[in-house]
Nanobody, 122 residues
Framework: QVHLVESGGGLVQPGGSLRLSCAAS????????MGWYRQAPGKERELVAV???????????SYVESVKGRFTISRDNAKSTVYLQMNSLKPEDTAVYYC????????????WGQGSQVTVSS
C-alpha cells in the first residue's frame, strides 16, 4: 500500500531555507490530497499546508496563517512526491514535520510519514 518516505529535514539558521520531500509508494498518488503537519515541543500537531489531488491544472493549496508567504507546497505526480519549500525560516518553525496522505477516502485511513526534524537556530 501507500508508504511515505520523508527527507530534507535538518538544522538551518534563522532566515534560511529548507526543502522537505515526501515520496509515496504506490500508483494512487495522483488521486490523493497531500499535506504537511508539524508538531513543536509542548504543542499540538497542526496542519501547515495542503495540496489537493486532481489534474495539475486544478490543484488547490492552503496554508496555516503563520507560514503564508514563506512556505510553498507542491507536488510532482510523475515522481509521486510532495514538497514543502520553507523560506525565511524562524525559530518558531522548529518542529517535527509529518507528511500526510489523505487516503481515508480510498482505503479508510490516512497514511503518515515518519517525521522530519526541522530545527531553526543560530
Amino acid at each position: 500500500q501507500v508508504h511515505l518516505v520523508e527527507s530534507g529535514g535538518g538544522l538551518v539558521q534563522p532566515g534560511g531555507s529548507l526543502r522537505l520531500s515526501c515520496a509515496a509508494s504506490g500508483t494512487i498518488f495522483s488521486r490523493i490530497t497531500m499535506g504537511w503537519y508539524r508538531q513543536a515541543p509542548g504543542k499540538e500537531r497542526e496542519l501547515v499546508a495542503v495540496i489537493t489531488s486532481g489534474r495539475s491544472t486544478n490543484y488547490a493549496e492552503s496554508y496555516v496563517e503563520s507560514v503564508k508567504g514563506r512556505f510553498t507546497i507542491s507536488r510532482d505526480n510523475a515522481k509521486s512526491t510532495v514538497y514543502l519549500q520553507m523560506n525565511s525560516l524562524k525559530p518558531e518553525d522548529t518542529a517535527v514535520y509529518y507528511c500526510n496522505a489523505q487516503t481515508r477516502l480510498i482505503i479508510g485511513y490516512d497514511v503518515w510519514g515518519q517525521g522530519s526534524q526541522v530545527t531553526v537556530s543560530s
